[in-house]
Nanobody, 126 residues
Framework: QVRLVQSGGGLVQPGDSLQLSCVDS????????MAWFRQAPGKQREFVAA????????FYADSVKGRFTISRDNAKKTGSLRMNNLNPEDTAVYYC???????????????????WGQGVQVTVSS
């Protein structure tokens, strides 16, 4: 069983950095592909980044490539999303997700993930 608890959201200014964390209180974190999605008001949930069980490969949406970094520490059952150079378009609720069956062909599809964190708000505003 996977139970994901998120932390790290908040209000920041354009250009600032923020790190989100996702901790699994279960026992099978290392068996799961992991991803981050986000949902802005009035918009559909969109893919942000994904990472395989071993930490490689990693995938990013074009809108965050070069600014965001996804990582994981299987020993600590923790996944992270480091977000640099944030801009107002990054404002959204961010969700971490995990699934043992996700893989390199469907990592960007929300329906590929069974387990979800509670979501944290990230607001970028001056």
């Amino acid at each position: 069983q996977v139970r994901l608890v998120q932390s790290g959201g908040g209000l920041v200014q354009p250009g600032d950095s923020l790190q989100l964390s996702c901790v699994d209180s279960g026992r099978t974190f290392s068996l799961n592909y992991m991803a981050w999605f986000r949902q802005a008001p009035g918009k559909q949930r969109e893919f942000v980044a994904a990472i395989s069980q071993t930490g490689s490969p990693r995938f990013y949406a074009d809108s965050v490539k070069g600014r965001f970094t996804i990582s994981r520490d299987n020993a600590k059952k923790t996944g992270s999303l480091r977000m640099n150079n944030l801009n107002p378009e990054d404002t959204a609720v961010y969700y971490c997700a995990a699934d043992p069956s996700a893989y390199s062909e469907n990592y960007a599809i929300a329906n590929a993930y069974t387990y979800w964190g509670q979501g944290v708000q990230v607001t970028v505003s001056s």
